[in-house]
């Protein structure tokens, strides 16, 4: 079946190192993606989107990387600080007739300090 | 409103009863959505509402499960007859337009059912 999953439910890093978070997706047909950051008893909150005509977006400190060819995209947080520790969701649009986004279960991103 | 208003923030229920989930999206936004979140679990896609369209309820669980917008605007979430599977936070988000764009959520309602 099509799915929107993590390879990493779980990710611990050091302060000040770069994290990278991993996302597959089945669906050939998304064009847009967004990663998403929710910590604890929030709703999610936006971070960064990329279309599927592009390989690479930047944010601040925050890089999103599609491979198409594989279905994977990944996120880059560099110089990880204390306030990234969330939970980490990507979401695909399946939408054929708007925004209709389907979400993996979530990478728990802890940063130590 | 700043940002997209749910409410209750949480609601404890007893099984077999009806619960009402309410969400004041962010003005202006045309489309709408539900997501059901369980304990450390993703978001599941219930139902889209967009304009005047008719929504896309594809992600309802069950006939248990309605969703109306009145006004293009307020959006109601009703549970008819809850079972204790129904428990989770029960997110409500919006956009400004129909394609490729983010969608804001709220806190989201925590939905228990005892």
């Known amino acids: 079946g099509e799915s929107v999953g993590l390879h990493l439910p779980t990710l611990s890093v050091q302060e000040g190192d770069n994290s990278i978070i991993n996302c597959a997706y089945s669906?050939?047909?998304?064009?847009?993606f967004i990663w998403y950051k929710q910590e604890s008893g929030k709703g999610p909150q936006f971070i960064i989107d990329i279309r599927s005509n592009m390989d690479k977006r930047q944010g601040q400190r925050v890089t999103v990387l599609l491979n198409k060819t594989v279905k994977h995209l990944s996120l880059q947080i560099a110089a990880t600080q204390p306030g990234d520790s969330a939970v980490y969701f990507c979401a695909e649009n399946r939408g054929r007739t708007g925004n209709q986004f389907y979400f993996g279960t979530g990478t728990s991103l802890t940063v130590i300090p | 409103g700043a940002g997209v208003s749910q409410s209750p923030s949480n609601k404890v229920t007893e099984k077999g009863k009806d619960v009402e989930l309410r969400c004041d999206p962010i003005s202006g936004h045309t489309a709408l959505y539900w997501y059901r979140q369980s304990l450390g679990q993703g978001l599941e896609f219930l139902i889209y509402f967009q304009g005047n369209s008719a929504p896309d309820k594809s992600g309802l669980p069950s006939d248990r499960f309605s969703a109306e917008r009145t006004g293009g605007s307020v959006s109601t979430l009703t549970i008819q007859r809850t079972q204790q599977e129904d428990s989770a936070v029960y997110l409500c988000?919006?956009?400004?337009?129909?394609?490729?764009?983010?969608?804001?959520f709220g806190q989201g309602t925590r939905l228990t059912v005892v």
């Open positions: 669906n050939s047909a998304s064009d847009y």
């Open positions: 988000a919006s956009s400004s337009r129909q394609f490729n764009t983010e969608a804001f």
